[in-house]
């Protein structure tokens, strides 16, 4: 396994309803007020955030209630919301808009709700070592290559535009790198860019399987890949070059 890592809800292809999400919500609250009690004990205090969340979502009513839990759980299932994606765009505006509730909630269960202003992003992610998403080695090259291909064509346009290539020059990109030792069949991609996909990094115009077709790639993917320079990139799909031909080495030895 390669270590790119999304935040992952292991959880995330069950939609809760409204009345799991309180359940669940009780539940971690409670173990808060647990844990806060031990710490005033061993002589710690922590800020009084369940309090906070619990005085702010009473005064929510039925509506807004119904759509905070459908918002945190596309949250926990997605990983981010992009204002630049059509299926995204209201919910980023109304998640932004009652930010420090859905910081509250989240953060009594590990999880830290980032807001990137810059590039209209909301991030839930992990505080914790788990949930996360472990890619495998052409999973992890393709999300690679999409930040890279993401890092040059967005100095060609303006912020928030959106950064556009076609299936074909990702196939290029692919092969340029040198040391897949062949051109990435159609289902494969497929399964790798839905992935993506899912965690509102990209989105496909036409079918994936034509070369012609093309992916939206949005500023999401900044914080999926951390990365700040096209070096640092190229770095890490070196390095996971070197793996592969290790692997390969071992394997030709067993034979």
Same mark, same amino acid.
């Given at each position: 396994e390669h270590h790119i890592h999304i935040s992952r809800y292991t959880d995330s292809g069950r939609r809760r309803s409204e009345l799991e999400m309180l359940i669940l919500m009780a539940i971690h609250i409670i173990q808060y007020f647990k844990d806060r009690f031990l710490d005033l004990i061993n002589g710690r205090d922590n800020s009084n955030v369940a309090d906070h969340f619990a005085r702010v979502y009473a005064h929510l009513n039925e509506t807004e209630r119904s759509e905070f839990s459908r918002i945190a759980n596309k949250l926990l299932s997605s990983s981010f919301l992009c204002?630049?994606?059509?299926?995204?765009?209201?919910?980023?505006?109304?998640?932004?808009?009652?930010?420090? *509730?859905?910081?509250?909630?989240?953060?009594?269960?590990?999880?830290?709700?980032?807001?990137?202003?810059?590039?209209?992003?909301?991030? *839930?992610?992990?505080?914790?070592?788990?949930?996360?998403?472990?890619?495998?080695?052409?999973?992890?090259?393709?999300?690679?290559? *999409?930040?890279?291909?993401?890092?040059?064509?967005?100095?060609?346009?303006?912020?928030?535009?959106?950064?556009?290539?076609?299936?074909?020059?990702?196939?290029d990109s692919i092969a340029e790198i040198g040391w897949l030792q062949r051109r990435m069949n159609k289902t494969e991609l497929r399964g790798i860019l839905r992935l993506f996909k899912r965690y509102s990094l990209i989105d496909n115009i036409g079918e994936i399987e034509r070369d012609d077709s093309m992916l939206l790639i949005y500023p999401s993917i900044i914080h999926a890949v951390p990365y700040e320079e096209i070096v640092e990139i190229d770095k890490q799909i070196k390095a996971y070059g070197r793996e592969e031909e290790n692997e390969t080495v071992d394997e030709d030895t067993a034979d």
């Open positions: 204002a630049q994606r059509d299926i995204d765009r209201n919910d980023y505006y109304e998640a932004l808009q009652r930010i420090s *509730l859905y910081r509250d909630y989240f953060s009594v269960l590990d999880y830290e709700v980032i807001s990137y202003s810059h590039e209209q992003v909301i991030q *839930l992610k992990s505080t914790e070592k788990y949930n996360h998403l472990n890619l495998k080695l052409n999973e992890s090259v393709v999300l690679l290559l *999409l930040r890279k291909l993401y890092f040059q064509k967005s100095k060609e346009i303006s912020l928030h535009e959106n950064v556009i290539l076609t299936i074909e020059e990702l196939h």
